[in-house]
T-cell receptor, first 109, second 112 residues
Framework: RKEVEQDPGPFNVPEGATVAFNCTYS??????FFWYRQDCRKEPKLLMS???SGNEDGRFTAQLNRASQYISLLIRDSKLSDSATYLC??????????FGDGTTLTVKP | NAGVMQNPRHLVRRRGQEARLRCSPM?????VYWYRQLPEEGLKFMVY????????ESGMPKERFSAEFPKEGPSILRIQQVVRGDSAAYFC??????????FGPGTRLTVL
């Protein structure tokens, strides 16, 4: 079993749709959690950190469920520019980051 | 404030040659991480370094690969006697502490 698992997709949605990505992790000692996006094999860019209480940044909402070892990302009112691969990242307290393989989103007009 | 710098951006090597990839972290960052992304695959952790120390190299292949982060200068990922299977994008990331990582643009290595 992979340490961090994501549904690879692809998710194909129309503009304006709401889409949700899920991520599960196996290491219960994981300390911090992030979502990154990666465009066309360029470098990953930080989208947002994920906090225990859940957090929102504009159209993006991230949630963490430590009991179920589960992280989610919700994108509302999808834009064409949201098309990318979304990477779930889990850090241990030893500084090691484990990346999921990513979920591919394509937003169509 | 410059971001993470990597060079070269593209590197072509013949089988058996050596590849040296360089990474300069963001100003003020003392933690460096190297990742490899094979075609059509996800990012795989290779090694985590702090100045003059390898903290975690659990993702490094046992042979031909080495990494360093000297007191002065960039971090270097060195691949000896490259093979075609080493062709990939190699990303470096840096952080201030063991937390949020910021990525460089990557080095695309092609082995002929």
């Amino acid at each position: 079993r992979k340490e961090v698992e994501q549904d690879p997709g692809p998710f194909n949605v129309p503009e304006g749709a709401t889409v949700a990505f899920n991520c599960t992790y196996s290491n219960s000692a994981s300390q911090s959690f992030f979502w990154y996006r990666q465009d066309c094999r360029k470098e990953p860019k930080l989208l947002m950190s994920v906090y225990s209480s859940g957090n929102e940044d504009g159209r993006f909402t991230a949630q963490l469920n430590r009991a179920s070892q589960y992280i989610s990302l919700l994108i509302r009112d999808s834009k064409l520019s949201d098309s990318a691969t979304y990477l779930c990242v889990v850090n241990t307290n030893a500084g090691k980051s484990t990346f999921g393989d990513g979920t591919t989103l394509t937003v169509k007009p | 404030n410059a971001g993470v710098m990597q060079n070269p951006r593209h590197l072509v090597r013949r089988r058996g040659q050596e590849a040296r990839l360089r990474c300069s972290p963001m100003k003020g960052h003392s933690h460096v991480y190297w990742y490899r992304q094979l075609p059509e695959e996800g990012l795989k952790f290779m090694v985590y370094l702090q100045k003059e120390n390898i903290i975690d190299e659990s993702g490094m292949p046992k042979e031909r690969f080495s990494a360093e982060f000297p007191k002065e200068g960039p971090s270097i990922l060195r691949i000896q006697q490259v093979v075609r299977g080493d062709s990939a994008a190699y990303f470096c990331a840096s952080s201030h502490s063991e937390d949020t990582q910021y990525f460089g643009p990557g080095t695309r290595l092609t082995v002929l």
